[in-house]
């Protein structure tokens, strides 16, 4: 003799359960995989920042050095990622005399800068630089 089946002492899911569960899953792992990838976007970009800022570290080291601390603008490609570009003019704000103190106070400015996504980004750093006068020639010869 055949009981009829009680749907209360079934043990299992239902389609319905099942589903749920799968679109509840779904949604956690798209969250979970966007996270990782903005993650990962961001990673990229601290990385070409730090690279922006050593090659304008570099730069803005060489100027007065190895290159003349002349105004003026000067710029060119670092790589097929980087470009720059310097500004050096002079600095006269605070500054005393330049006569009395025999030095010219100059204020460099170096950008790097590279295309992003949606953007242009760019790091600039600036700073002032002396340079001594050249001492004027009193007309005596020996």
């Known amino acids: 003799m055949n009981r009829p089946v009680d749907r209360r002492q ?12 799968f679109a509840i899953l779904a949604v956690s792992l798209g969250v979970l995989l966007q996270v990782f990838a ?5 990673v990229a970009a601290a990385d070409d920042y730090t690279q922006a800022t050593l090659y304008a570290e570099s730069i803005l080291a060489a100027i007065g ?9 000067h710029d060119g490609p670092i790589n097929d990622q980087f470009s720059w570009r310097s500004t050096i003019d ?9 006569e009395k103190t025999q030095v010219q106070a100059y204020r460099v400015r ?5 295309p992003s996504l949606l953007q242009t980004r760019s790091v600039v750093l ?5 340079q001594p006068l ?3 020639d009193s007309g005596r010869r020996r």
């Open 10 to 21: 079934q043990s299992g899911f239902s389609l319905l359960e099942v589903l749920v569960a």
């Open 38 to 42: 903005t993650g990962l976007r961001n």
């Open 65 to 73: 050095r190895e290159t003349p601390l002349a105004e003026g603008v």
């Open 90 to 98: 002079a600095y006269t704000g605070d500054m005393p005399d330049p």
């Open 110 to 114: 170096v950008e790097v800068f590279w």
């Open 126 to 130: 600036e700073t002032l630089r002396l």
């Open 134 to 136: 050249e001492p004027p």
